[in-house]
């Protein structure tokens, strides 16, 4: 009832165990805390809040407009309300330094289990678009260790993202890192790579967890789970899958109703009114409410 009773603790601990363990996590992207919700309920085994998806719920593209603010305030939103870890987008760390460091610490703040934080020159873009560019190569270094160096609670799980292979090549971003990981990062999100055979590369030239990005919009078919883990990668995410099923039903919807005049010819598509009911656990409200007037 209200939020999880799990402690940001417990949670990264959890997501720290996984990473040990050597297998794959699935984190679907949530986009709310009640698509959070469906997905601790359907089993994953963690959640993912994509910066793209806070730019898009805001209306905006993802492009740098949101702010370290907006992130943290909906990372905790969306953590709170589940018991399994939850790993947030920082983009580039929203600064300086002195800036990435203190977005680390509002994120613990937040309840997250962790955060990638990127390469990418400001204002960023989505990792998939035409036109990438990173800061030179020292410049993305700093970002790390100002992360490391910002980090407040030990478990808190640090990863580098590099957008480099699409804007300088495959041996610059594998060099990039490694020195990503000498600066204290645990774990490495290389983005937009070409292929299972690039993935592989990386896997060979890193010794820490790798994270990798299963968009269904990459410009390559996403590779699927089994061939991840067969790469030997440790996170998997799907960042906008869930809402762009969302709003792909909630724009035919809207198309019908606004078409037929009646909602009928759509409701075998809603979730019904029982299965809201159960994710909210309104039960667990009304047994609250009836042992505090029984008291």
């Known amino acids: 009832m209200l939020y999880s009773d799990v402690t940001p603790k417990s949670k990264r601990r959890r997501l720290r165990k996984s990473l040990d363990a050597g297998g794959l996590s699935i984190m679907p992207g949530a986009f709310n805390a009640l698509s959070a919700q469906l997905i601790q309920q359907a089993g994953a085994d963690g959640v993912y809040i994509s910066g793209h998806m806070i730019a898009a719920d805001l209306g905006l593209p993802d492009i740098g407009l949101t702010t370290a603010t907006e992130v943290a305030q909906r990372a905790h939103q969306i953590a709170r309300m589940v018991g399994i870890p939850s790993i947030v987008d920082a983009d580039t760390g ?162 019908h109703i606004l078409d037929e005049g009646s909602q009928t010819g759509v409701m075998d598509d809603m979730q019904t009114k029982d299965e809201l009911y159960d994710t909210l656990d309104y039960e667990g409200y009304a047994r609250f409410d009836q042992s505090i007037l029984g008291a």
């Open 94 to 255: 929203f600064g300086e330094p002195a800036n990435a460091a203190r977005t680390i610490q509002s994120l613990e703040d937040a309840g997250v289990a962790g955060c990638h934080i990127e390469d990418q020159i400001n204002p960023k873009r989505c990792g998939h678009s035409a036109g990438i560019e990173v800061v030179d190569e020292e410049a993305s270094i700093r970002r790390i260790r100002a992360a490391v160096a910002g980090r407040r609670r030990k478990d808190f799980v640090i990863i580098a993202r590099t957008d480099a292979r699409a804007a300088i090549g495959l041996d610059a971003a594998i060099e990039r890192a490694n020195a990503f990981v000498a600066a204290g990062a645990d774990v490495v999100f290389p983005e937009a790579l070409r292929g299972p055979d690039e993935y592989a590369r990386f896997r060979q030239a890193i010794d820490v967890p790798l994270m990798l990005n299963l968009n269904e919009f990459g410009g390559r078919p996403p590779l699927t789970q089994t061939e991840a883990r067969d790469l030997g990668y440790q996170l998997a995410v799907y960042p906008m899958t869930l809402m762009r099923l969302a709003m792909g039903a909630t724009a035919r919807g809207l198309r």
